[in-house]
């Protein structure tokens, strides 16, 4: 077994970096997506952060010299220890690597323990994890305060030994009885089910397993869900619309950014037309960022409407806000543009039973209605192969996404291609391209 180091930043991070040491050494498992055998590579937190302007894209290393010498120890630390597992076992696996670099560098010893309690577990083992997203440790978070409110009606801490499936079956039940949604029951239960799996390969002691010990009737998984979206109609409303205050204009350029690039909320405040595009009578800017979700690199065009109220704010892209504020604030930007008709749901409860819901458009409308309204008007004109490249969507090699294994248009090629398509479909289809997108 060879084993090869490399470094390199964390994708989907701004400011300061954490530098990660990504290894390989012959390990193989099957991908999931392709059925394909793979190389296995386990990434290690190093401790060392940098800026992405302070990193030496060639050498793999920092500029900073302080930096560059720890990680250059590091690297020889993990050697010795490599070294010292194989000649210890004849083999060395991604799990025992980590643990043993885990020993040697923080001094955290493989606990030999038959009883973990599940909160302590989450707190000490999952969310002190610093390589984890902000959005992940969130969902564990809730998880934690969930199942601290269960030991409450329950009587007493719960343990993994006890945790058997009648235990499973009445914390999901408080969980069915504080929620609406069937799918934010199913999150509770995923990340539940993934906690459960941690403990075991951390601890190798027996859990509770819900995909083999639960009847299929009583497995949560996710249930498409009625979404409404913008038509061209209704944007044509929000690029009309002039907003009384400045933060109501940041929402407004924010939301016309989501609904003219597809892009995530997440990814939103990356898109910059700094890029210029000129060449067999073509001419458009473009904006190119990594998606934070997927880590793929994404050329988006800043059609005409996005251009024009990227001007009209002083050529500036939006300033950032919160998530959650913005959703308060972009429901009001809708309800102020007269899109306020009442609009009839179904959703799924908590208890899996169809139910309709009643509300003004506006209220129905998120972050995601902007992705969602790109990809909706779009979808039926645009190519798939040209559409996914635009928005970021991850391909698979079954089904129908099987072909998308061919399509190798990347970056510009994609922008270009999206954009001549779009320029010569809205000048056939006027009835439905209401406005000019090109």
């Not at 998530?323 to 543009?337: G, Q, T």
């Amino acid at each position: 077994m060879k084993l090869r180091i490399n470094f390199a930043l964390k994708a989907g991070v701004t400011g300061e970096i954490p530098v990660q040491a990504i290894m390989t050494f012959g390990q193989k498992e099957i991908d999931r997506i392709t059925g394909k055998t793979v190389y296995k590579r386990l990434r290690y937190y190093t401790g060392v952060k940098v800026k992405a302007a302070e990193w030496n894209k060639p050498e793999k290393l920092p500029y900073n010299k302080t930096a560059q010498t720890e990680l250059l120890q590091l690297e020889k630390t993990i050697q010795d220890v490599f070294s010292v597992q194989l000649a210890l076992n004849g083999f060395v696996t991604c799990e025992s690597l980590k643990a043993a670099l885990d020993e040697k560098l923080k001094g955290k010893k493989q606990k030999s323990v038959q009883r973990i309690r599940l909160t302590e577990f989450i707190k000490e083992e999952i969310i002190s994890d610093p390589e984890m997203k902000l959005g992940t440790k969130y969902r564990y978070d809730q998880l934690m305060k969930y199942i601290t409110a269960f030991e409450t009606v329950y009587g007493k801490p719960v343990y993994n030994h006890e945790f058997d499936d009648r235990v499973f079956r009445l914390f999901m039940a408080e969980v069915r009885r504080k929620n609406e949604r069937y799918n934010s029951v199913t999150g509770f239960y995923k990340y539940m089910k993934a906690t459960l799996n941690r403990i075991k390969r951390t601890y190798k002691v027996p859990v509770f397993n819900p995909t083999e010990e639960l009847p299929k009737a009583e497995k949560q998984t996710n249930i498409k869900a009625a979404k409404v979206y913008l038509k061209f109609e209704q944007i044509q409303c929000v690029i009309k619309h002039k907003p009384k205050t400045k933060q109501m204009e940041n929402v407004r350029l924010i939301f016309l950014t989501l609904l003219f690039t597809g892009c995530r909320y997440s990814d939103v405040f990356k898109i910059k037309p700094e890029g210029q595009y000129s060449k067999t009578g073509l001419k458009f800017s473009y904006g190119q960022y990594i998606s934070q979700k997927t880590n793929i690199a994404v050329v988006v065009p800043i059609l005409k409407p996005l251009a024009d109220a990227i001007a009209a704010n002083g050529g500036k892209t939006a300033d950032k806000m919160h998530l959650h504020e913005f959703n308060r604030a972009l429901k009001s930007l809708i309800r102020d543009c007269g899109l306020t008709e009442s609009v009839t749901l179904i959703y799924t409860d908590s208890y899996g039973n169809k139910q309709f819901e009643e509300k003004p458009f506006c209220d129905f409308v998120s972050s995601h209605t902007g992705r969602r309204s790109f990809v909706s008007n779009l979808i039926n004109h645009i190519p798939d192969a040209i559409l996914s490249k635009i928005t970021g969507h991850e391909t698979g090699n079954s089904g129908s996404n099987m072909i998308q294994g061919y399509n190798h248009i990347e970056g510009i090629d994609s922008a270009v291609l999206f954009y001549r398509t779009l320029s010569r479909l809205q000048s056939i289809d006027k009835e439905h391209f209401i406005f000019k997108l090109t």
